[in-house]
């Protein structure tokens, strides 16, 4: 069966330090991965989907960058961060026309 | 431009007492809606797909209907663990393969023993 991990699960950093999530997903191949910030009460808002290695598009612009350097790894970076880069990071895949599937986040709090 | 709008924003309930949520969308092309339980600190589970309107999908003690302009998450006698935040989202257009979701911001369900 599928799964994905994400870590860490929770993160402090100051501002202007640099950021650093990862995602991996087992058990399927070339799945189409994306990257979700979901601020508190707030619906999901997607930032970043892959369909592919080293294919990356971005949906909003803003202070962070994505990389899929291997088929199944997604990550998500920041050179420098801000203060309103906090919030709750999700990672999700899906493949064909299946639903998405979502690991259980990143909760990242800017100091 | 697609949108999700989730109604109540919270709702709690009683042990035992049945209710519905409302998710109202507006969106070029359907190509499915989907619901989604949350629970605090966790990433969304996936619970239902509705392609067409009309369709209907159960689950234990969840039914999902499908309109032209919403959908409806019915909770029939609800238990504690019921207990959690629901997500509605459309996908309209592909991305190059990929799936555009827009998500509401959810309903947040508390049900009381």
């Known amino acids: 069966s599928q799964t994905i991990h994400q870590w860490p699960a929770t993160l402090v950093q100051p501002v202007g330090s640099p950021l650093s999530l990862e995602c991996t997903v087992e058990g399927t191949s070339n799945p189409n991965l994306y990257w979700y910030r979901q601020a508190a009460g707030r619906g999901l808002q997607l930032l970043f989907y892959s369909v592919g290695i080293g294919q990356i598009s971005s949906e909003v612009p803003q202070n962070l960058s994505a990389s899929r350097p291997q088929d199944r790894q997604f990550i998500l970076s920041s050179k420098k961060l801000l203060l309103s880069d906090s919030g709750f990071y999700l990672c999700?895949?899906?493949?064909?026309?299946?639903?998405?599937?979502f690991g259980d986040g990143t909760r990242l709090s800017i100091l | 431009e697609d949108q999700v709008t989730q109604s109540p924003e919270a709702l709690r309930l009683q042990e035992g007492e049945s209710s519905s949520l409302n998710c109202s969308y507006t969106?070029?092309?359907?190509?499915?809606l989907f619901w989604y339980r949350q629970d605090p600190g966790k990433g969304p589970e996936f619970l239902f797909t509705?392609?067409?309107a009309g369709e209907e999908k159960e689950k234990e003690r969840l039914k999902a209907t499908l309109t032209k302009k919403e959908s409806f998450l019915h909770i029939t006698a609800p238990k504690p663990e019921d207990s959690a935040t629901y997500l509605c989202a459309v996908r309209g257009i592909h991305l190059q393969g990929a799936q555009k979701l827009v998500f509401g911001q959810g309903t947040r369900l508390t049900i009381n023993p």
């Open positions: 969106v070029s092309g359907l190509r499915g």
């Open positions: 509705l392609y067409s």
């Open positions: 999700a895949w899906s493949v064909g026309n299946q639903p998405q599937h």
